[in-house]
């Protein structure tokens, strides 16, 4: 099983630029895909980014394309949100999440949530 801690939010002016972190423990991290996901004020839950367990695979949701980067440190057991050109539709409330590689659309663990407020 994996835990997951996450820091970084905080309140910006549209167009700066934020950095999400991750920390995992427990498990073995690099046996596991790593995802953020973002739940707005009155919105379902959406998916934002993924990256795979090898490194050999990233998704992003079309909304977030160009503007924000997910990457890992398995030395440090930490997936990254670095978020660009902020809009203030990217308020919400993020997510980190884990899934298995044995079933990587399946994702089972889940952080606390990092509040992130985007002002016009």
């Known amino acids: 099983q994996v835990q997951l801690v996450e820091s970084g939010g905080g309140l910006v002016q549209a167009g700066d630029s934020l950095r999400l972190s991750c920390v995992a423990s427990?498990?073995?991290?690099?046996?596991?895909?790593m995802g953020w996901f973002r739940q707005a004020p009155g919105k379902e839950r959406e998916f934002v980014a993924s990256l795979s367990w090898d490194f050999r695979r990233t998704n992003y949701a079309d909304s977030v394309k160009g503007r924000f980067t997910i990457s890992r440190d398995n030395a440090k057991k930490t997936v990254y949100l670095q978020m660009n050109s902020l809009k203030p539709e990217d308020t919400a409330v993020y997510y980190c999440?884990?899934?298995?590689?044995?079933?990587?659309?399946?994702?089972?663990?889940w952080g606390q949530g990092a509040q992130v407020t985007v002002s016009s």
């Open positions: 427990g498990g073995t991290f690099g046996n596991y895909r």
């Open positions: 999440a884990a899934a298995h590689y044995t079933d990587p659309e399946n994702y089972n663990y």
